[in-house]
């Protein structure tokens, strides 16, 4: 596609439920990065996949918190038992490298936990 | 670890020229690079240092130095469409907190 599309843009969702969002990279693109932005704060790095390595989670801040990438391609984060700390805006990024090109984001999905 | 650190906020005036500057401590370094981010947009590239000295893009520019740990984005000939935070990133897992850029008419 023409750029990182996330879905679903938004997402409210009841505590203690799980929730997935969807991350489809720009086509050819081999590095995909998560990330969490709360309201006017910088972004905070979840997890990062490159090629078919494994993926590096250390910024993944529970064990609720997963993420998978399916061919390469398209990436799910999953949150499992949402709380209320869990609302922010989730980011998504792909670059055609790992470390020296930029970062394409998409639009974010802005997720809240009532 | 790494951190960097930015001025959470700057204003400036329509057609001057505003410059951002950005501390950073790492453990490794790759390189410095620079987003945009529009309220409620995605954050959008501006500018990459790997090296010392200056880039330079039509208005924006981003300088590092690595023996002071430091950087900066210049900005001339401010728009109002301008007005966004600006991030400084270093490598692609650690971000600044952002400044807030308002220019004003």
């Known amino acids: 596609g023409a750029g990182v599309s996330q879905s679903p843009s938004n997402k409210v969702t009841e505590k203690g439920k799980d929730v997935e969002l969807r991350c489809d990279p720009i086509?050819?693109?081999?590095?995909l990065y998560w990330y969490r932005q709360s309201l006017g704060q910088g972004l905070e790095f979840l997890i990062y996949?490159?090629?078919?390595?494994?993926?590096?989670k250390s910024g993944l801040p529970s064990d609720r918190f997963s993420a998978e990438r399916t061919g390469g391609s398209v990436s799910t984060l999953t949150i499992q038992r949402t709380q209320q700390e869990d609302s922010a805006v989730y980011l998504c990024?792909?670059?055609?490298?790992?470390?020296?090109?930029?970062?394409?984001f998409g639009n974010g999905t802005r997720l809240t936990v009532t | 670890g790494q951190s960097l650190e930015q001025p959470s906020e700057v204003t400036a005036v329509e057609g001057a020229i505003v410059q951002i500057n950005c501390t950073y401590q790492?453990?490794?370094?790759?390189?410095l690079s620079w987003y945009q981010q529009h309220d409620g947009g995605a954050p959008t590239f501006l500018s990459y240092?790997?090296?010392?000295g200056l880039e330079e893009t039509g208005r924006f520019s981003s300088f590092l130095s690595r023996s002071d740990s430091y950087g900066y984005l210049l900005l001339q000939e401010l728009q109002m469409k301008d007005s966004a935070s600006y991030f400084c990133?270093?490598?692609?897992?650690?971000f600044g907190d952002g400044t807030t850029l308002t220019v004003k008419p």
């Open positions: 990024a792909s670059s055609s490298t790992g470390d020296y090109s930029p970062l394409h």
């Open positions: 086509s050819g693109h081999t590095a």
């Open positions: 996949f490159q090629g078919n390595s494994a993926p590096d």
């Open positions: 790492t453990s490794g370094f790759y390189g």
């Open positions: 240092n790997a090296l010392d």
């Open positions: 990133a270093a490598g692609k897992s650690t």
